[in-house]
């Protein structure tokens, strides 16, 4: 049966809510017929500051990945698996339709448009907020009607009557001794690579980029120790457009030795419209906003590419390495601290999914090192355990009982890493079911663990070999195997990713991914189990270089609810090896019941 795109069960036609009204006045006074609004900010960002988050505003919908699109008589909203069960329930009710991005018979948000905007009609957007690729994928798909593209006004600013300001927290730095290399060094590493490319100037709007080659973290984005930002480097200068004001003096400083030039924040625009016309500059059309490439002279030589920071910054050099150990160290501990008080805890009956997140960021945040959170904790018992990326508040959270799995994917930020990991922990009594499920993904898990690979191998090639232990069985997860993390900046980082789409970036030793299959079963259950893992070299014969990945993560696995006769002497091996690392490097970091707790988790099957 074809999945069709989902609505209400409604069978009137809801009505539509004043904000849909509003908007839907504002494109009649601007004469747009259909308005386009992507959850992302000016720099392409996943997760964004308040300012940028007019889709949930707009919606109702919080996730963190959609783009709704608004005409005068409809409303649809495009969201990736991930989301489909959170977006459906946020929705219900709505005027608005789901749109299952990438589903058999969902069209793409780009067809929807094309087949909604009439001969001659007007598609507006924020300018700032849409990427160059996107439009230019939208005008190829318009080519045939005379369609006019709006984007030097966002429509947004006029109905959001209480709209938040742009953030502009304090920017600090990042000490050389965390992150291993100087701006110095790294700048000079990125001329080389212009010299290559034969470019005189590089654009840099991804905002961890930023971060990253400037040696400076900010908190102008919940979670993403980041700031508001754009950078111009060239052979000679550099340009940093940011708020002067909010920035430490120790960074400064360093800035100003390192020969640095700073610019308001908005000058961005001017600085590229009067670049010279024999610059030969280098963007990424995927990240940098149309607005923002509108500016730049027609004249000018584009040379169109994934950044070179982005690629830089995927490999973490040595002080990162050693660093993040340390780092995971420290978060492992914590993460047994709460595990043995989540289990003592749990025949109490006074658990919810709400009180064991502020229980997990208490243990957490014992540690001087730590920064925040990385994301907003997931913690999901039984059905809401199969929400991807649910949320639990006072209204939906569920308490906790002596049966079935409830799972926990939390994160931290420290000066010398990003932690991420999930973990499925057995309440009590289990169904077969859910003890067979919770099998399969620590098979799955095991199986990328495991995994050897040539250089060069790609990420949707490791990720077939993870789902092979669940498609055996005819069943399958609906998101990205494993993502890249960044080092005290975005959980989510790229160019690799091991994931069922094709990305054209071969995994490299110094690369960081995670671990993260998964077995979801609407209104019953989820497991995930996650691990951060390193790739690293490992053999190399006459056949070529191969890879390994070691994990970085650290923290027991709940044994409890594992089929042993389902798993393989190589499988239960891995297993006792993993607790066996963890239980070493750990033990010096606990005492007490907390030591005693570890030593009965991390036995050999």
Not at 74 to 84: E, I, N, Q, V
């Amino acid at each position: 049966m074809v999945n069709t795109p989902n609505r209400s069960d409604s069978t009137k036609s809801p009505k539509s809510t004043k904000k849909l009204q509003d908007l839907r006045g504002a494109m009649a006074e601007y004469s747009i017929d259909v308005w386009i609004i992507p959850s992302s900010d000016a720099h392409n960002s996943e997760y964004v500051a308040p300012h940028w988050e007019g889709r949930a505003w707009l919606s109702g919908f919080t996730g963190s990945a959609g783009t709704m699109v608004v005409t005068q008589d409809k409303a649809a909203l495009w969201t990736d698996g991930r989301y489909f069960i959170q977006a459906s329930e946020q929705l219900a009710g709505s005027e608005i339709t789901l749109m299952k991005d990438g589903q058999p018979g969902v069209p793409s948000m780009v067809d929807w448009v094309t087949e909604a905007v009439s001969e001659q009609g007007c598609i507006g957007f924020d300018g700032a907020t849409l990427s160059l690729s996107h439009v230019r994928n939208l005008e190829k798909k318009l080519a045939a009607k005379s369609v006019t593209l709006k984007f030097d006004h966002d429509l947004l600013n006029g109905i959001w009557t209480d709209r938040p300001a742009r953030p502009a927290e304090p920017v600090f730095i990042h000490q050389d001794t965390y992150a291993g290399k100087t701006l110095t060094e790294k700048v000079t590493e990125v001329r080389e690579i212009l010299k290559e490319r034969k470019a005189t100037e590089l654009l840099i709007t991804t905002l961890d980029d930023i971060a990253w080659l400037f040696n400076l973290r900010g908190s102008d984005i919940d979670c993403n120790p980041v700031f508001l930002a754009y950078a111009l480097i060239s052979p000679d200068s550099i340009t940093l457009f940011t708020n002067k004001e909010r920035i430490a003096a120790d960074a400064l400083s360093a800035l100003a030795k390192a020969g640095v030039e700073l610019a308001a924040y908005d000058d961005v625009l001017d600085r590229l419209s009067t670049l010279a016309d024999s610059t030969r500059l280098m963007i990424n059309p995927a990240t940098t906003g149309y607005q923002l490439a509108s500016a730049i002279p027609a004249s000018i030589h584009l040379i169109e590419d994934r950044l070179p920071t982005t690629d830089l910054k995927s490999i973490k050099n040595s002080t990162e390495i050693e660093r993040m150990k340390e780092c995971h160290r420290r978060d492992g501990a914590a993460m047994v601290r709460f595990i043995r008080w989540l289990e003592t805890n749990i025949p109490t009956g006074q658990l919810n999914e709400v009180n064991i997140d502020e229980q997990l960021l208490q243990f957490r945040s014992e540690s001087e090192h730590f920064r925040g959170v990385s994301f907003p904790s997931i913690v999901g018992y039984a059905a809401h355990g199969a929400i991807c990326h649910y949320r639990a508040d006072e209204e939906s959270a569920y308490s906790i009982q002596t049966k079935g799995l409830l799972l926990i994917d939390s994160g931290a930020q420290y000066p010398d890493g990003t932690t991420d990991i999930t973990r499925t922990f057995a309440c009590g009594e289990m169904t077969d079911e859910e003890k067979r499920d919770y099998t399969l993904v620590m098979k799955s898990h095991i199986a990328l663990a495991t995994a050897r690979f040539k250089e060069g191998t790609r990420g949707i090639q490791l990720d077939a070999i993870t789902r092979q232990p669940l498609w055996s069985e005819g069943i399958d997860f609906n998101h990205g195997t494993g993502h890249g993390v960044g080092y005290f900046l975005n959980v989510h980082e790229g160019p690799q990713s091991i994931s069922p789409r094709w990305f054209d970036v071969a995994l490299k030793p110094g690369m960081l991914v995670t671990n993260e299959p998964g077995i979801y079963r609407d209104n019953k259950h989820g497991v995930r189990l996650e691990n951060i893992m390193l790739i690293a070299e490992d053999i190399e014969n006459e056949f070529g270089k191969f890879y390994k990945l070691i994990p970085m993560t650290l923290a027991p696995f709940d044994t409890r609810p594992l089929l042993k006769d389902l798993m393989t002497d190589t499988e239960i091996n891995w297993l006792n090896g993993y607790h066996e690392m963890v239980r070493e490097a750990l033990s010096p970091e606990l005492q007490g019941q907390d030591f005693e707790w570890l030593r009965e988790a991390t036995k050999a099957l």
